[in-house]
């Protein structure tokens, strides 16, 4: 088990961003979106509410949780891979059930 929680360095976020969308010395940009654009603002970003205003969406910021289906601060994976993770809310309804 391992705790995730919102990024809030834009270099992490930017890096990210780079490997997803720069490839062979090329931007391929999102959408209707200027990656490298993107990227350059997210360098110098320090928060993530920034962050998510410069991409338009919280997905590069925030743990989203596989219960709820829905972005949270902070979550609970339960595996190496970071594909199921659950959120403190969910986490505590799933405790009062096994009571």
Do not use: H
Request: proline share 2%; net charge positive; glycine share 4%.
């Amino acid at each position: 088990m391992k705790v995730i929680q919102i990024e809030n360095s834009g270099k992490v976020v930017a890096r990210k961003w780079k490997n997803q969308y720069f490839r062979d010395g090329t931007w391929y940009d999102p959408k209707d979106a200027d990656a490298e654009q993107i990227y350059n603002a997210l360098l110098s970003s320090k928060s993530a509410k920034k962050m998510d205003e410069i991409i338009g969406n919280q997905s590069w910021t925030r743990p989203w949780c596989s219960e709820c289906m829905g972005y949270c601060d902070t979550a609970i994976v339960f595996c190496e891979v970071e594909t199921t993770a659950i959120c403190k809310d969910c986490l505590k309804k799933s405790i009062k059930l096994l009571k």
